[in-house]
């Protein structure tokens, strides 16, 4: 007994240290490292970055405005022994350049439209075998879709209604001239949500109507992990939500799980893919906080575990062609 005693003590001595640390400094990120060794923490922001920019970073608030609302949920009916051990759709499907593209959405809490446009240019350009290379704008449908959210976050299921039923325009990231309505909202701005412009940029020669590209329908994928697997390897790249962590900023290569620091929000991205570590299994992931983050963009959670809420809601939505 005084063995355990001794050993909760430990822990709560521990943890409330760690509470008191920096969550970007070099001894958080050091204590990081030293208890575990499925994933290498390392400096992904500067140590001065404020926590109000990191919190705004978050931005899921929840599936739909209606707490009645029920989305359609997908069930496949497959052969389980026809899910690989490995897939990176980025391999499966090269000709689609949306696949390894890692955008940025400042600070801002649009995570939630960033997911939705990346899975989105995703699937037509997979649904066309290639032939549509079309680059959704996250500004459109941040600005645009009154009921989806703003830069303080956003609904998941409005954003793919909105793209079934409204449509989006095209657009690429802050300063890149690409597409209709290319990203404003800049990486060290105050993440102000842009206005509604229902215009292209001058010098694009679509109209904005005629831009417009829309979705057939949406739906929650079972959380099963081989559903969630077969879904991903068919129709492309799925959207996700997560609760995050403090550790999970400074996360830069390997398999990542929860090992320190408090619960600062929830986040949106999409699964590209899934595979083994060190005999760890992961889900391979594409974030929107710019390729200098983690390992180029990307990062691996660890699958099967439902780690950090990561597999409760899987979302997609198909193109109209």
């Not at 931005?59 to 497959?78: A, C, E, Q, R, S």
């Not at 704008?137 to 209604?161: F, V």
């Amino acid at each position: 007994m005084k063995i355990f005693l001794s050993f909760v003590v430990l822990v709560a001595v521990l943890s409330a240290s760690l509470a008191e640390i920096d969550v970007l400094s070099s001894e958080f990120i050091d204590s990081i490292n030293r208890i575990q060794s499925s994933w290498v923490a390392g400096r992904n922001f500067p140590e001065n970055t404020t926590n109000e920019y990191l919190y705004k970073l978050n931005g899921f608030i929840g599936l739909h405005p209606d707490p009645n609302y029920k989305p359609p949920v997908l069930v496949h009916t497959f052969n389980a022994r026809d899910v690989p051990e490995s897939f990176d759709a980025r391999t499966k499907w090269p000709n689609c350049d949306s696949l390894n593209r890692i955008r940025d959405q400042g600070a801002c809490g649009s995570c939630w439209a960033f997911a939705s446009i990346e899975s989105m240019s995703d699937r037509i350009c997979i649904h066309s075998s290639g032939s549509a290379q079309f680059m959704f704008s996250p500004e459109d449908l941040l600005s645009c879709c009154t009921s989806c959210g703003d830069c303080g976050g956003g609904y998941m299921m409005s954003a793919l209604d909105f793209y079934i039923n409204e449509g989006i325009v095209s657009g690429g990231d802050v300063n890149s001239n690409e597409g209709c309505r290319p990203y404003t909202a800049d990486a060290h701005d105050q993440g102000q949500t842009p206005a509604c412009t229902k215009s292209c940029r001058n010098g694009y020669s679509t109209s904005y109507s005629a831009d417009k590209h829309y979705g057939s329908n949406d739906y929650v994928v079972s959380s099963v992990i081989d559903q969630i697997q077969y879904e991903v390897m068919t129709n492309g790249p799925i959207i996700v939500n997560f609760e995050v962590f403090q550790d999970f900023y400074n996360y830069v290569s390997g398999v990542y799980r929860h090992v320190s620091g408090e619960s600062v929000g929830f986040h949106v991205v999409k699964i590209v893919g899934w595979g083994v570590e060190n005999g760890v299994p992961y889900w391979l992931i594409a974030n929107s906080w710019g390729s200098s983050w983690g390992d180029h963009g990307f990062f691996k959670m660890l699958r099967g575990q439902n780690e950090c809420g990561i597999e409760n809601y899987p979302y997609a939505v198909m193109p109209r062609l």
